[in-house]
């Protein structure tokens, strides 16, 4: 056996074994004997896979020119019973071939056995896909949570992130360390990332919340800048319209009066002064004022120009700009056009869409590359 790894003969209660010589000169000779035998397996479409394994027969001393095997009954020289079964596969059926193996010591004739198998996936459905299904689904509660209740949220985000770091390293600790991907590789690494992008998802939310709370505080500290601008600008108009009425007043109380010397030594001199500084004024007799004067004080001189009686001099004012009304604008809820409510709605909705194509892609796909079937297989007869 080309292939054994292990082989046992039966010696329960003698050797399990006998020689036969028919009248024809047929000899016939029968051993029972248990073998291990390697079986190279491809584990692209694990667990949809089908394998093939195959069981060697070539005499270690005899060349072709010695000795040639041939089956003798053809297809019927291997049978095997339907009641075969093993824990995780289930045979399908069975073939025979001859070939010639050239080696180094020369060409020997080798009879080759191979036995179908198809993996059962019930195992792998109830151990492995319905769960990390359930655990993707469970980690889609967040979606409903309240966007405030982040102990729940971090939680159920990490529970089901480190839920499904173990189901893959349980899968993977039973299976051969091989450098290629698993199709249950490819499962299991979307569920993974089903899960985290839901953990990331609350991420997104928390930070379009804070962005949105900054740029409101923003807003309402700029709006009451603006307000405090606007109502200093209105005191300065009602005073500076004060400030137009006294004069026409005076204007009017002087036309009253004859320009005569007497009603000039009894007429008074009204001075008013506009303060930048304090933005005060005040009204005084004889020219003069109580207030602290610095260089850059604005002087507005109401009736006569300078000292004396008479002649009613110019007046100057300084146009104050009123800042129009705040038009009622809310303040900022969006950012780049989403609320972070909107994240968690959608979410809602994209996250099963794509959690459902993916499966009817995944089943579509590996159920229909599982596996070859040889053309000339012998199946087992129910």
Not at 20 to 49: Q, V, W, Y
Not at 207 to 236: G, H, P, S, V, W
Not at 321 to 344: F, K, Q, T, W, Y
Not at 370 to 375: A, K, Q, R, V
Request: charged share 20%; aromatic share 10%; hydrophobic share 40%.
């Amino acid at each position: 056996f080309v292939n054994e790894k292990v082989a046992l003969f039966h010696q329960a209660t003698t050797e399990n074994q006998f020689l036969r010589i028919m009248h024809t000169g047929e000899i016939l000779r029968s051993m029972r004997l248990t073998i291990k035998a390697t079986c190279p397996m491809d584990l692209s479409n694990f667990p949809m896979d089908t394998q093939l394994c195959t069981v060697e027969i070539e005499s270690f001393g005899y060349t072709m020119t010695d000795l040639r095997y041939q089956w003798n009954d053809g297809a019927k020289s291997v049978q095997m019973q339907n009641t075969v079964s093993l824990p995780q596969f289930l045979v399908l059926g069975h073939r025979q071939r001859i070939i010639e193996a050239s080696l180094s010591s020369g060409n020997y004739s080798r009879l080759l056995a191979d036995v179908q198998f198809i993996r059962s996936m019930g195992y792998y459905v109830i151990q492995v896909y319905i769960p990390s299904s359930l655990i993707v689904v469970m980690s889609w509660i967040s979606f409903w949570l309240n966007r405030g209740a982040a102990p729940a949220r971090v939680s159920l985000g990490v529970t089901t992130v480190l839920t499904m770091t173990t189901l893959m390293a349980s899968v993977n600790a039973a299976l051969p360390k091989i450098s290629y991907m698993k199709s249950i590789d490819i499962y299991l690494g979307v569920c993974f990332f089903m899960v985290f992008g839901a953990l990331i998802e609350y991420a997104c939310v928390g930070y379009t919340d804070k962005r949105i709370q900054l740029r409101k505080n923003r807003f309402l500290a700029m709006r009451k800048i603006l307000e405090e601008k606007r109502n200093e600008a209105m005191k300065q108009a009602e005073m500076q319209s004060a400030l137009e009425n006294a004069e026409l007043l005076k204007n009017s109380n002087s036309s009253s009066y004859s320009r005569t010397p007497r009603h000039d030594r009894y007429q008074r001199e009204a001075s008013v002064r506009f303060h930048t500084c304090c933005m005060m004024t005040c009204t005084v007799n004889g020219g003069h004022d109580t207030l602290p004067r610095n260089g850059k004080e604005d002087d507005l001189r109401l009736g006569n120009g300078g000292g004396g009686g008479g002649g009613g001099g110019g007046s100057t004012f300084v146009p104050i700009h009123i800042p129009p009304p705040l038009p009622p604008v809310e303040p900022p809820n969006r950012v780049l056009g989403m609320r972070a409510s909107d994240i968690d709605k959608y979410s809602r909705v994209i996250f099963p869409i794509m959690f459902l194509t993916f499966h009817l892609m995944y089943w579509m796909i590996y159920m229909s590359i599982s596996g070859d079937i040889p053309e000339d297989l012998v199946y087992l007869e129910d």
